[in-house]
């Protein structure tokens, strides 16, 4: 039985009145929300799928803005009970978990027994697992531990017509065929409502350091970046950020036109080892400064560069994610920068080096421009991405902006694949109609 379908979150939540704009989607608003257990969500979904209702399903809403707008909204189906740990073996490095606990939460869990889950999404105190999965996010950290995909074992997932399926196990060394739990993971809840997952999780280092260097060019920084990422050291993550982002963001206290930071880990003799190895390069890659920061320093450092254009205070009036090669980044993030754009549209960027990602916020200092300058910002920076080989998401814009615009880059051929996929999976196109990827 579905605990409970209502008209307003009030109804079922006391703190909330009159705020179905909780749960709105690029400004379309459900006229229900179902709160539920698993026996609930797959009730809910079958009858939504009986009915041609259009569901879209709820972590923390951190990132509702990603995808082009649905077509239709109907229902949404809020996560938010089903949060527990099903399962956790600290012996084995694994874990079961329910889609609408926070990262945040399962963190702490884990850290007690001296290990954590190797992504970090914006927001981890209100993104849920199944979220981060269902858009595919990291974090800064991608770049050593991998695409959250890696870490995935097992998946329960609910399917649009209500049938409860599950893939993978709870182990490590697991054969059973096609991982079709894939399938899932950047898929936006396209396919199929992630409900349970089991994860392969990494022990926290023994100890952890941060570097950040300054650089008087975009090509400097970025190339002892690229100098760290093809040493002996392996870091935890890389990120390159400019000044603008640090004059918003007040990332951390060194200061410098254009900012490399290096976060380093491992036992002690190791990490010193690692602190001059990197100190040294970015000294021979033109660093004007470099400073360790304090372990304090250093937390903040990282939540705010993982947090950047997902906060409150950092939000932007457009925001992209470009893929490119990793030494095409300089080139792709000056052209950019240096582009066309009115004047009161300001670029900032922050990129994370190993994995070749361009973080591209557009600001409004001013009165928004009109929504045609904005596209063409959005279309030249997609053409200049593609000249070099990459790709280019827009992950935030405004509603008039997002109309005339794909929000997802092209893909070629598998979009064949996967508009069967969405055929043979959501045949009813039940599940957030139009979001995805040209349009599914």
């Known amino acids: 039985m579905v605990e409970r379908v209502f008209q307003r ?24 929300v179902c709160l539920s257990d698993l026996q609930g969500l797959s009730d809910a979904l079958s009858e939504a799928a009986k009915d041609g209702l259009a569901v879209a399903p709820w972590g923390g809403g951190t990132r509702a803005a990603i995808g082009n707008r649905p077509a239709r909204l109907d229902r949404i189906l809020d996560l938010s009970r089903l949060s527990r740990i099903v399962h956790y073996n600290p012996a084995d490095l694994t874990a079961t978990v329910e889609a609408g606990i926070s990262v945040a939460e399962l963190q702490r869990h884990l850290a007690e027994q001296g290990q954590f889950l190797a992504i970090d999404p914006p927001l981890p105190d209100r993104a849920t697992v199944g979220g981060t999965l269902a858009v595919g996010g990291s974090g800064p950290t991608k770049w050593q531990f991998g695409h959250p995909r890696d870490l995935v074992l097992g998946m329960k997932v ?16 697991n054969v059973s065929g096609y991982d ?5 993971v950047g898929g936006l809840g396209t396919l199929g409502v992630i409900a349970e997952v089991s994860f392969k999780l990494t022990p926290l280092p023994q100890g952890e350091a941060t570097l950040v260097a300054a650089f008087d060019s975009t090509t400097r920084c970025l190339a002892a970046g690229l100098a760290v990422f093809h040493s002996v050291v392996t870091p935890l993550a890389l990120a390159a950020y400019d000044a603008a982002v640090d004059e918003r963001a007040h990332v951390a206290p060194v200061k410098g036109h254009h900012l490399l930071a290096v976060r380093l880990g491992g036992r002690p003799l190791t990490l010193q080892r690692a602190l001059r190895e ?6 021979q ?24 254009g997902w906060d409150e205070a950092t939000a932007p009036l457009m925001s992209a994610r470009a893929s490119v090669p990793p030494t095409k980044l300089a080139e792709i993030v000056e052209t950019i920068a240096n582009g066309d754009s009115p004047a009161a549209l300001r670029c900032e960027t922050l990129c994370h080096v190993g994995y070749g990602t361009a973080l591209i916020h557009w ?9 045609h300058a904005i596209a063409e910002v959005a279309t030249r920076a997609r053409k200049a991405v593609h ?15 997002k109309a005339g615009l794909d929000m997802w880059d092209q893909v070629g051929e598998p979009i064949a694949i996967m508009r069967r996929l969405k055929e043979q999976y959501d045949p009813g196109n039940v599940l957030n109609p139009g979001r995805f990827v040209g349009g599914i």
């Not at 109804?11 to 709105?24: C, K, P, Q, R, V």
């Open 285 to 308: 890659g033109g660093a004007t400064t470099v400073e360790a920061l304090g372990e304090a320093d250093a937390v903040a450092a990282w939540r705010k560069l993982a947090d950047f």
């Open 363 to 371: 600001f409004a200092d001013g009165p928004e421009p009109p929504t």
């Open 387 to 401: 000249a070099v080989g990459g790709r280019m998401n827009i992950e935030r814009c405004p509603l008039p902006v």
């Open 180 to 184: 079709m739990a894939r399938l899932h």
């Open 9 to 32: 979150p009030a109804d079922a939540l006391g703190e909330i009145t009159n705020h179905n704009d909780a749960y709105s989607i690029d400004g379309l608003q459900p006229t229900a």
């Open 158 to 173: 609910v399917q649009a017509d209500g049938t409860v399926v599950s893939s993978g196990g709870q182990v490590v060394k």
């Open 278 to 283: 990197c100190r040294s390069l970015c000294h």
